[in-house]
């Protein structure tokens, strides 16, 4: 009943209907509603964002400090994609039980289908 009134509608026998007169204030009433809502909504997940920004900037604020902290400084070395080029990649034992298991499971999985 409150909601029927606020809406500017009433109830007749056909169902709910609107009051004659206050068919426009309705109107305005439920888009003015419609866009306080949608701006509150927008304004709260742009400060939501806003402080996410401010948690992961602490945080990485914070991890530099104690990575200054704990880590010695070598002055000398240098470690980048050419100290890691230089190694020798691992060489990995080629096992048949390894193959066979794999086979295995390719059959089980296509005699399924």
């Known amino acids: 009943m409150f909601f029927d009134r606020m809406y500017g509608r009433r109830r007749s026998s056909e169902g709910l209907a609107p009051f004659p007169g206050n068919a426009a204030i309705g109107g305005k009433f439920l888009f003015i509603f419609g866009v306080s809502v949608s701006l509150i909504g927008m304004f709260i997940v742009v400060l939501a964002l806003a402080l996410l920004m401010g948690v992961i900037k602490a945080i ?20 980048g994609p050419a100290m890691h080029a230089m ?4 060489q990995m034992e080629n096992d ?18």
């Open 60 to 79: 990485n604020i914070f991890t530099a400090l104690t990575e200054r902290a704990t880590a010695p400084e070598e002055k000398g070395r240098k470690e």
């Open 87 to 90: 190694t020798p990649p691992v």
């Open 96 to 113: 048949g039980e390894t193959t066979a298991v794999i086979a295995a499971s390719l059959a089980a999985f296509l005699k399924k289908k």
